[in-house]
């Protein structure tokens, strides 16, 4: 009721340095006399960058709403349709178990001993006194009502909050709802950005940088992504017989940012403050015992709410993936990213969309790595249940397209269905005998995408223990959904007797890392991307970090997440320890592409590349990194170049460093209009510039014309390839500090053969050009894919942050 509140009324701020009065702590404020139209000195900018954000992704007011009421309508059709077929349908007749004889006069003889619908239905009186008899039923009853009009408040809610974000974006952002889809967040964001010059949005800064906004809306999630680097959360069990086991679900999650973010007894005190209390080192083992408490209370709520969530949870995934499955068998055994490996894989700073749209990319590769494991034990007995099962299943549908009376014998049907569907599944043991894996090159491709990969993987590809630890983090869908059936049971163990446990590691994770900025307010220190406070000497850092091993992120997550950002956002000035960073691997890359193969070179060999990955339609980014990862297996083998000499080996740090090198010769130059056509943009630029001068590559397939409506979508393209080139580049130079003896080892010597190795590639851009425009790509129960933050449904507030320096505590 405190939201419905706080979007009914508005008020000016009177004194901007004193906390909100109570119940008004999620207000948007604007001034409305005078300047009706603008949006002056927001409260809450959290909240505000998180709807816009949100707005943009979900498409706008209209499908933001209309999937809001079909949410209300699925849940009360679940509950309406379960309590009918509990209590209002005659079981007994509708299994034929009791005879139904229809004598009355308007019935046909021959038809008096058929079962109808209607007869298997209890009358209406009769169904209702059911129900009040069963004073079970009344009370699940009247919790879900409870619930569902707790959800009604906050969908009303929703709409009032969303109708000014769509003012917002009309009257503020100039962006008309009809053309929301052809804007790109990025510029969305360079919007706000200028809007905050006219209308000082926040008040605390003159102007807004991409990075505040990225801190605001991703606050808590970079929290997250930093405690599952640090191995802070219990989420890897040891179990017997089954050993390390990966255990998170959307419930596990929910109940962590419940206990550290915005619940009851949290460590924040709003939004954007944590409470001063937490960053003091002197009452440590007090607070640490305060935060067990909470924790405790909160394990005894799910043990006690455990059996009404667990009903819940297997109502909605029988509805959900009961006709999915009868449908296609198969669709279990398909694989998604889990819940784990989406924090594991994320970079600080990274939003959903160019999270959701890397894991997409990296999708196939690491489909083809998981699948290039087969038993051969398994590959034996699926080929004979297949061939029993298949035999009984072909007789059966013979003898019914004899006689179609063979369905009316008892239970025919089902077995049928569930022969079709163990032949379905039995069918997925059995490899594809004329396809040939390299799982070395096959692991390189995936690291190409998802950026990360623990150092004991290297040489490694073909073992199944490397492959059971890519399973936690891409995870078959029947797993994920048994893991969610699960939840309600295991997640208030893990609440009361693992998370309690780490209270005091919590309580100083938080003080250590946490750091107040001005505008923002606390925010993770490891969001900064601080090269001199977080970085690692073994990821191109030595020299330039003080971080003790306590405070490095763990497999360069720093350095990577730093270069992400950069090459997302080409008009972010870094600080200074970032830009000497940057700066340094720059010089790194063009040293290192004197050395290694040229451009001309790596385009040259694309068709053959692209032929051995299988990538049937591949354009210029596609080709270019299929080539970097190809080529150092090229030449190991002794092939020869298109002028019939020898090539001389080199690895995929050089080609990759080639590549790079070149992108920064051939930049695109500062401040270009969008719609100017990409090709005279570098032709113009570096006329005498190698890139992309095949005329395999993207850009000869582009005429002037259509230039303009795919620039926005080669921009993204280009960026994401870039930073797979850097993600392999610095893997390379990682492994060569770290283990120079496995530096030149067969990972990229190896030359075995390739098949299906790189397809749905992605594509590079930009990122030593200063005036590149990386637009990431838009893409968008239990979803399929990782819920929004649960606090878009609990977007809280708190008081206006502070003016301090930012100094970690």
């Not at 570098?682 to 095949?694: D, G, K, L, R, V």
């Not at 990122?767 to 990431?776: D, G, L, Q, W």
Request: hydrophobic share 40%; net charge negative; charged share 20%.
């Amino acid at each position: 009721m405190a939201n419905l509140e706080a979007y009914r009324e508005y008020q000016r701020i009177e004194d901007l340095e004193e906390d909100s009065p109570p119940g008004e702590e999620d207000l948007l404020l604007h001034v409305p006399e005078g300047l009706k139209d603008s949006w002056h000195h927001i409260k809450n900018l959290d909240n505000f960058f998180t709807r816009i954000y949100h707005f943009h992704q979900k498409n706008g007011f209209a499908c933001m709403m209309l999937s809001e009421f079909f949410e209300l309508v699925q849940f009360l059709f679940v509950v309406t349709f379960t309590t009918f077929l509990v209590n209002c349908v005659e079981y007994d007749v509708l299994f034929a178990n009791r005879a139904v004889n229809h004598t009355g006069s308007g019935h046909n003889p021959l038809d008096r001993s058929k079962v109808t619908i209607t007869d298997a239905l209890l009358p209406s009186q009769q169904c209702t006194e059911r129900i009040q008899d069963n004073s079970w039923i009344i009370f699940l009853l009247i919790m879900a009502a409870v619930f569902w009009i707790y959800r009604l408040i906050k969908v009303f809610c929703n709409v009032l909050s969303y109708w000014e974000i769509r003012q917002f974006y009309i009257k503020a952002l100039k962006i008309r709802m009809d053309e929301l889809c052809n804007f790109t967040w990025q510029e969305v964001q360079d919007r706000l950005i200028s809007l905050q010059r006219e209308q000082q949005m926040c008040i605390h800064k003159k102007e807004l940088t991409e990075l505040d906004i990225y801190h605001r809306i991703l606050r808590f999630k970079n929290y997250m992504v930093a405690m599952i680097n640090k191995s802070l959360l219990p989420v890897q069990l040891q179990l017997p017989l089954l050993g390390n086991v990966v255990f998170l679900t959307q419930g596990l999650k929910y109940n962590f940012e419940l206990i550290l973010f915005w619940g009851p007894g949290s460590l924040f005190q709003n939004k954007w403050n944590l409470h001063s209390k937490y960053k003091r080192s002197g009452n440590r083992l007090e607070l640490a015992q305060q935060l067990s408490r909470v924790i405790l209370l909160m394990g005894v709520a799910n043990l006690l709410l455990c059996p009404f969530i667990l009903v819940w949870q297997i109502l909605y995934a029988f509805f959900s993936y009961t006709e999915i499955i009868r449908r296609e068998p198969g669709s279990l055994g398909a694989r998604r990213w889990s819940l784990y490996g989406r924090l594991y894989l994320r970079h600080f700073n990274e939003l959903n969309h160019e999270l959701h749209g890397r894991l997409g990319r990296g999708y196939k590769p690491t489909s083809k790595y998981m699948n290039s494991f087969t038993s051969p034990l398994f590959t034996v007995l699926a080929k004979n249940i297949a061939f029993f099962s298949g035999s009984v299943l072909a007789v059966l549908i013979a003898l019914t397209v004899y006689d179609e009376d063979v369905l009316t014998v008892q239970h025919i049907l089902t077995v049928i269905t569930v022969l079709g569907v163990i032949i379905t599944i039995t069918r997925s043991f059995i490899p594809d005998e004329h396809m040939v894996w390299c799982p070395e090159q096959l692991l390189q491709c995936m690291l190409a995408h998802i950026h990360y990969m623990p150092d004991h993987w290297r040489g490694t590809a073909n073992k199944s223990e490397t492959r059971d630890e890519v399973a936690q983090l891409f995870q078959y869908k029947a797993v994920f959904i048994l893991e969610e059936l699960l939840s309600p049971i295991v997640t208030p163990f893990i609440l009361i007797f693992l998370l309690r446990n780490k209270s005091l590691e919590i309580i100083d994770f938080f003080r250590n890392f946490t750091v107040e900025v001005v505008g923002v307010g606390d925010i993770c220190s490891f969001a900064q991307m601080d090269i001199r406070r977080h970085g690692n000497p073994t990821w191109m850092s030595e020299g330039q970090t003080e971080a003790s091993v306590y405070q490095q992120a763990e497999n360069g997550k720093t350095e990577l997440s730093l270069m992400h950002f950069t090459i997302k956002n080409p008009h972010w000035q870094p600080p200074l320890e970032s830009s000497v960073f940057i700066s340094h691997l720059k010089e790194k890359v063009h040293h290192d592409a004197q050395g290694g193969p040229s451009t001309q070179l790596l385009l040259s060999e694309a068709p053959l590349c692209t032929s051995l990955q299988s990538n049937e339609s591949g354009t210029g980014p596609d080709n270019l990194l299929a080539s970097v990862l190809a080529h150092p297996v090229l030449t190991a083998s002794g092939l020869q170049g298109r002028d019939h000499c020898f090539i001389p080996p080199s690895t995929a740090a050089s080609a990759a460093a080639s590549v790079l090198a070149s992108l920064s010769t051939s930049q695109f130059p500062h401040g270009s209009h969008r719609g100017r056509p990409l090709r005279h943009q570098t032709s113009s630029a570096h006329p005498e510039s190698t890139m992309y001068c095949s005329d395999r590559t993207v850009f000869d397939s582009m005429s002037i014309s259509d230039s303009r409506l795919r620039s926005n979508t080669l921009h993204s393209e280009f960026a994401s390839a870039e930073m797979s080139l850097h993600a392999i580049y610095m893997h390379e130079l990682h492994q060569q500090t770290s283990h120079p003896q496995r530096s030149s080892g067969h990972w990229q010597h190896n030359p075995m053969p390739m098949t299906e190795l790189h397809s749905n590639t992605v594509f590079p851009a930009h990122v030593y050009s200063t005036s590149s425009s990386a637009t990431p790509v838009q893409l968008g129960g239990w979803q399929e894919e990782e819920e929004e933050d649960v606090g878009e449904q609990e977007i809280n507030s708190g008081s206006t942050p502070k003016q301090a320096t930012g100094t970690p505590h």
